[in-house]
Every structure is written in structure tokens, then in C-alpha cells.
């Protein structure tokens, strides 16, 4: 007995050193707290940075200036029929030379005058009035884009006070342009055709349609083919497969595959879909083949970890009143992993977007001017197009590749929230 | 209690064979989990509608032998159950056998209340749902209501069928858990436990059910308390280190075991 009465320890709780202690383990705790604070300060930092400065590059792509020119169509005598054959070339010079009153000029000079709007405005007009047949019966007022230098001068990118050598718009071209801003017929709308354009050797013209449309139709196949794909390999990896080395071997690779830097897979998707399936170049199915490819082993880890994540107890229950294993997975067990399963792919689905290397493999970084309307036709996507147009010389691309990461990034945001929502829907359901 | 009395001279006899009263018998029965072996030639009889109780100290097999009599020890990868178990003397680890079958026949209750996350109602209706047990709607209903009915659930949860089965109280989440197994209508019912998440009233409440189950069910029970397994069973099953040291009746068990270990461990000297 007093054996133990001597073994057992009395301590004075208020002793320095126990005290002193106290104050340590608090102050770590501090420090911990700390430490994660300058974590998330850094990293808002940084993506405060980046975004900002992609905004302030960014911006002015939002803003396009332009001319309205007042046409006159019924007296152009067109054939309403033969609307893509006439001479629209002529009807939109003599109109934009009249609304800068240079009809007078000598020939050398009215050229410098007209470089002052796109070179595709005709086709810009054309276009509008095929849209449009009513138009040809009277007067309507168009919307022509200014070339280039033109819209960075107004938007103050190119600076009066360079010198006249040095600088893209001579002082000629710089007095037109103000007298038509005097005239009050310049402006600067937000520039749709950022969005809705397809791409285009003039900058004032280029737009994302193209990329958006290839980068759609790649994600949807992308999606048609890994996520089906992936959560019957992750099930049956999961549920059915027997724990032997064939099954060790084939999580090995799936593990090593997932870390397989994308290029490689666009190495593979060139030699196998376009070299031996003979698949179209270009093509948005060959791109959602790469990127499912790419993206399936990630997937089927995911879907393998949300699976083993469910309870058994959930297994159990199931099987323990006669459901079959297939009743079992389907009705309870994927039911409750499809949250993190749906996170899972749409994340993976985020990194495939902005993925760059495979798609300029397979030559999805092809020069479109349309818009893709199928996974068949030849087009870019949106990471594909800011490196085309993060190498072109243009002033205007300039800010236009800002726009573009600043597009991507906002369908990032969008796809990320649909995550959320998504998730937040299955489990209001439970 | 005179049915026990008639039963104790030819419970002595461990296994009396194809008895028409026998619901289920284990004959044989070992298991090994991967190189380890957790039940020792087990030869255990269950009788038609009568509570057997599975005693033993923590490890001995209880748990691991019930699971035997559903199959449940399928879905563990490493398990190999020998022997023979039969289920109205036909042999359940026969190749013949669906599983499926066997478990919406033997029906399970576990230890920890496992819910699905869905509605009180299609917690219940579920089973009869994949079995189609009911031919229409207000036929499920019924299924529903008669089964939370015996599991003594339906007054407490009646007005709120389509909350989340998962939002009740432990003690009524694991009576949910019984109103699921009995809406099958299956012949026997396993229990792992089904008490030991619950507080005494609770726990009295499920003791009553098992009770009335009786008479419609075949119970087999594992319990940890000495005092439920005399309350609710008729027969008892005493397990030590993966053996089986004695069944018999409950009366019998708890007031002159044939076994000195059975004596030490319902007077609390190990386990
Ligand atoms: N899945 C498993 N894998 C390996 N060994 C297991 C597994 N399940 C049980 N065992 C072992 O089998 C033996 C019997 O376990 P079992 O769960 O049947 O005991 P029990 O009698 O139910 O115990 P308790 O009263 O604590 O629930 C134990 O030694 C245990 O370690
Ligand atoms: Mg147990």
C-alpha cells in the first residue's frame, strides 16, 4: 500500500515551471495560427497579382473602338440575289471616305486614310446586310471596327508625343482620326466580338469563338469518354477485382500514369489517333481523346478514394437485407461518392481546359476562322489560343491574350462553382 | 419454461442432428482471416422461433460466427469459412445458393446503427422494393407501416417519414435498422449487438421487440451483457477463444453451466 501511495506523483499545478510550460504550448499555438495567416496572406497575394495584373494588360481588349458609317443601300443597286457577288468593296471605300470627307484626296493619301479602319470591312457590311435583307431598301448606319493602330491610339496606347518616325499612325492619319472623333462618330462599346468572333489576322476583329467552341467540344468528349470510363474502372478496381498482383501491378501504373507529364500523352494521342486511326488533324474529338486519356487516371483515383470513403457500415446494410453487390454500389455507395466523384471531374475537367501542350501536338493550335460545330472541325481552344496569340507581333494581341487567360480563367471560375453547386445539390438530397 | 425443460437432457448431446425444430445448424464451422484462425469446428444448432444468445469474451468469435450464417463474411476478402452451415437443411456455402436470397432470408441487425442516409420511409422500403415484395404503392405502405409497427418505431416517426432516417436518436435509428430487416420478411434475424449503442430505456425497448419478434422470427442475438442475454433468450451459446464451450438453455446456462469457464465468465472472473 505504501508503495503505491509513494509511486503516485503530486503535482503543484502552480509551480514556474509548469506555468512556463503552459506559456510555450500557448505560444505555439500562436505561431501555428500564424503561420497559416501568412500562408493564405500569400497566397491572396499572389492571385490578387496575378489577376491584377492581367487586368490592367487585359482590360482594354473589352473595349473596341469604332466608326458608324451611314450607308445608303438602296441606291447601290444590288441584286438581292446576287448579294455575295457585288461590289461591296467600292460601296464601303466610297462610305468611309465620305464619312471622313477625304473624297478629295489624292489616291497615296485616301489609302493612308482608309488603313484607319479594318481591311475586312466590306466583308463586315456584306455580312450584315445578307443578315439583314431589309436593309437594302434604305439607309442604315454600320459598325466598322478601327484597324489596330488606330484603336490603341485611342485607347492612349500609342502616344501622340512619340515621334512621328517612331510611332505606327502618322501625324495625317492622326488628324483624320480626330476629326472624326470631332464629328462624333467614335466610340468604344464593349467589344462583343472578343467573344463571339472566331480568330483573325487583324487584331480589331479577332475573337474567342473559335477557341471557345474547340475547347467546348474537346471537353465534351473528354467528358463523354473519362468519367463513364474511369467510375467503372475505379468500381470494379474498388468492388469486384480480387486483391492480387495483377491488380497491385494495374494500381501501380494507374498511379504512375496520373503523374505522367501531359505532353506525353499528346506524343501518344499524335501516333495513335492521327497515325494509326487516321483521325482529322486538328480535330476536337483527337483533343477530348488526348485529355480523357490524360485525365483518367486521375479520375479513377479520385473515384476509387470517394468509393472507399463510404462507410462500409452503408456496404453492409445494403447487403445485409439482400441487395446484390451491383444494388448495393449503385443505389448507396456511388449515391454517396458522387459528391466528391463530381468535384473530382470537374476539376480534372478545369486542369484539362487550360491544358496546352497535347492540344499543339495533335495541331489544335491550327488557324481558324471559324467556329467549330462539331468534334470534327478543325479548330483551336482557349489555351492553344492564347499561346497563338501570346506570339503574335500586333499591338492589339497583346491585350488580347490577357483577355483570353482572363476568359479562361472566368470559365474556370464557372466550371469550380458548378462543382459547388453540384455537390452542395446531391447532398441536400441525404 | 416448460419448453425449456423438456429440452435440457437432449441439449447435453451437443448436436442433435436434423431435428425439424432446427432452423439453422453449424457444423464444423471454422474460419480463418488470412492465415489466422478465429473459429474452431464450431457445431452450433439455432431453433426455429426461439432467441439464442451468443456470449463470450471480446475476440472469441461471436460476431465472426454470426456472420457465417448470412454469408456476410463474403464480402471480407481475406475470410475462408469450412464446414457446413445449413438453413432448413440445405447448405448455405453451396454453389447453388444465392446470396441474395440467403440474406433477404437471414436477415441482420448490426452493432453501430447504420441508416441509410435517406427517409425514414425508404429506409424501410427498400428491401421490399428490390425484392418486390409489393405490388403497388399502398402495398409498400403497408410493408412500411407494419414493419416500423413490430420494430415499435411507427408512433415516433409516423408524422415524419420522409425526414432523413439519420436525423433520429440512436436508440431509434437502431429500431429503424430492425423495422428495415423485418420488412423483408425474412425467417431469422441476426443481431450483432443491437443494444450496445443504446441507453437503458432504449435498450428495454428493443429487448421487448426482440420479445414479440419471437413468435414470427427465428433470433439469433450477441451480447455483451449477461443480464439481457437471461432476459431475452431461451437458449445461449457460451464461445471462448473460437471454441464453443456450451450451448443450452438459458436457465440452464445461467444457474449450473456444465463448464467451469462458462461459471467463471458469467460470474465475471475474466473476459
Ligand atoms: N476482418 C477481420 N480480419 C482479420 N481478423 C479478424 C477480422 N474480424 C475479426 N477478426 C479476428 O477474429 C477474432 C474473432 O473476432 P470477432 O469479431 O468474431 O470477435 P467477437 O467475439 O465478436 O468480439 P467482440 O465481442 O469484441 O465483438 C478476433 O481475434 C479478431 O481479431
Ligand atoms: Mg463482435
Request: aromatic share 8%; hydrophobic share 45%; proline share 4%.
Amino acid at each position: 500500500m505504501s508503495a503505491v501511495q509513494q509511486n503516485v506523483q503530486t503535482v503543484d499545478w502552480h509551480s514556474d515551471a509548469i506555468k512556463a510550460r503552459r506559456k510555450s504550448r500557448y505560444a505555439a499555438e500562436t505561431r501555428l495560427k500564424a503561420y497559416g495567416l501568412i500562408a493564405i496572406v500569400f497566397a491572396l497575394g499572389f492571385l490578387t497579382i496575378l489577376i491584377g495584373s492581367l487586368t490592367v494588360k487585359g482590360y482594354k481588349a473589352f473595349e473596341q473602338t469604332v466608326v458608324s458609317v451611314e450607308i445608303d443601300l438602296a441606291t447601290s443597286g444590288f441584286d438581292r440575289d446576287k448579294l455575295m457577288d457585288a461590289n461591296w468593296k467600292s460601296l464601303v471605300k466610297k462610305a468611309l471616305l465620305e464619312v471622313g470627307g477625304a473624297e478629295s484626296l489624292k489616291k497615296k493619301e485616301q489609302k493612308a486614310y482608309l488603313d484607319m479602319f479594318t481591311d475586312n470591312a466590306a466583308y463586315l457590311v456584306r455580312d450584315q446586310v445578307i443578315a439583314d435583307p431589309a436593309r437594302l431598301s434604305g439607309k442604315s448606319s454600320f459598325v466598322i471596327p478601327l484597324s489596330d493602330p488606330f484603336d490603341q491610339l485611342a485607347k492612349g496606347e500609342i502616344s501622340r508625343d512619340t515621334p512621328e518616325d517612331q510611332r505606327r499612325v502618322n501625324d495625317r492619319q492622326i488628324a483624320a482620326f480626330d476629326q472624326l472623333v470631332a464629328k462624333g462618330v467614335v466610340s468604344k462599346p464593349f467589344n462583343w466580338g472578343l467573344i463571339f468572333n472566331a480568330d483573325s489576322r487583324f487584331p480589331e476583329l479577332a475573337g474567342l469563338a473559335g477557341a471557345i467552341s474547340g475547347s467546348f467540344w474537346s471537353i465534351v468528349v473528354c467528358f463523354a469518354i473519362s468519367f463513364p470510363v474511369g467510375i467503372a474502372a475505379a468500381i470494379y478496381l474498388e468492388e469486384f477485382a480480387p486483391k492480387n498482383r495483377w491488380t497491385d501491378l494495374i494500381e501501380i501504373n494507374i498511379n504512375n500514369l496520373a503523374a505522367v507529364p501531359s505532353v506525353v500523352f499528346g506524343l501518344l494521342g499524335l501516333a495513335v489517333f492521327l497515325g494509326w486511326f487516321g483521325l482529322p488533324r486538328s480535330a476536337p474529338l483527337v483533343g477530348g481523346l488526348v485529355l480523357a486519356l490524360m485525365t483518367l487516371p486521375t479520375l479513377i483515383i479520385v473515384t476509387r478514394v470517394s468509393l472507399k470513403s463510404v462507410p462500409s457500415s452503408i456496404r453492409e446494410a445494403a447487403l445485409g437485407i439482400g441487395a446484390s453487390k451491383h444494388e448495393a454500389i449503385f443505389h448507396h455507395i456511388l449515391p454517396l461518392a458522387m459528391p466528391t466523384v463530381m468535384t473530382g471531374t470537374i476539376i480534372s475537367l478545369a486542369r484539362a481546359l487550360g491544358e496546352t501542350a497535347p492540344l499543339l501536338l495533335i495541331g489544335m493550335n491550327a488557324f481558324m476562322t471559324s467556329t467549330a460545330h462539331g468534334v470534327f472541325d478543325a479548330s483551336t481552344a482557349l489555351p492553344t489560343q492564347i499561346y497563338i496569340w501570346s506570339d503574335s507581333p500586333e499591338r492589339g494581341f497583346v491585350s488580347r491574350t490577357s483577355a483570353a487567360i482572363l476568359v479562361l480563367l472566368a470559365f474556370l471560375v464557372l466550371m469550380n462553382g458548378i462543382a459547388i453547386f453540384l455537390r452542395q445539390r446531391f447532398e441536400r438530397r441525404w | 419454461m416448460n419448453m425449456m425443460a423438456e429440452t435440457t437432457t437432449e441439449a447435453k448431446q451437443v448436436q442433435p442432428m436434423s431435428e425439424p425444430s432446427f432452423k439453422m445448424l453449424g457444423r464444423n464451422v471454422s474460419v480463418h482471416y488470412g492465415a489466422k484462425q478465429a473459429l474452431f469446428n464450431v457445431n452450433l444448432a439455432v431453433r426455429q422461433n426461439t432467441v439464442t444468445a451468443l456470449i463470450g469474451p471480446s475476440g472469441c468469435g461471436k460476431s465472426t460466427f454470426l456472420r457465417c450464417l448470412n454469408r456476410m463474411n463474403d464480402t471480407i476478402d481475406n475470410c475462408r469459412v469450412s464446414g457446413e452451415i445449413t438453413l432448413d437443411g440445405q447448405d448455405i456455402y453451396d454453389a447453388a445458393i444465392d446470396v441474395v436470397e440467403l440474406r433477404a432470408r437471414v436477415g441482420m441487425v448490426f452493432q453501430k446503427p447504420n441508416p441509410f442516409p435517406k427517409s425514414i420511409y425508404e429506409n424501410v422500403a427498400y428491401g421490399p422494393r428490390i425484392h418486390g415484395l409489393a405490388r403497388s404503392r399502398a402495398d409498400l405502405d403497408q410493408i412500411v407501416e407494419t414493419s416500423l409497427q413490430k420494430a415499435g418505431l411507427w408512433s415516433e416517426v409516423k408524422d415524419r417519414l420522409n425526414e432523413p432516417g439519420t436525423g433520429l436518436s440512436g436508440g431509434q435509428q437502431q429500431r429503424l435498422c430492425i423495422a428495415r430487416a423485418v420488412a423483408v420478411s425474412p425467417e431469422v434475424i441476426l443481431m450483432d449487438e443491437p443494444c450496445s449503442a443504446l441507453d437503458p430505456i432504449a435498450t428495454a425497448r428493443v429487448e421487448e421487440l426482440i420479445h414479440e419478434l419471437r413468435s414470427n422470427f427465428t433470433i439469433v442475438i450477441v451480447t455483451h451483457s449477461m443480464q439481457q442475454a437471461a432476459r431475452v433468450s431461451q437458449r445461449t451459446a457460451m464461445f471462448h477463444l473460437g471454441n464453443l464451450v456450451e450451448e443450452n438453455d438459458t436457465d440452464k446456462i445461467f444457474t449450473n453451466p456444465d463448464e467451469q469457464r462458462t461459471q467463471d465468465y458469467i460470474m465475471g472472473r475474466f473476459g
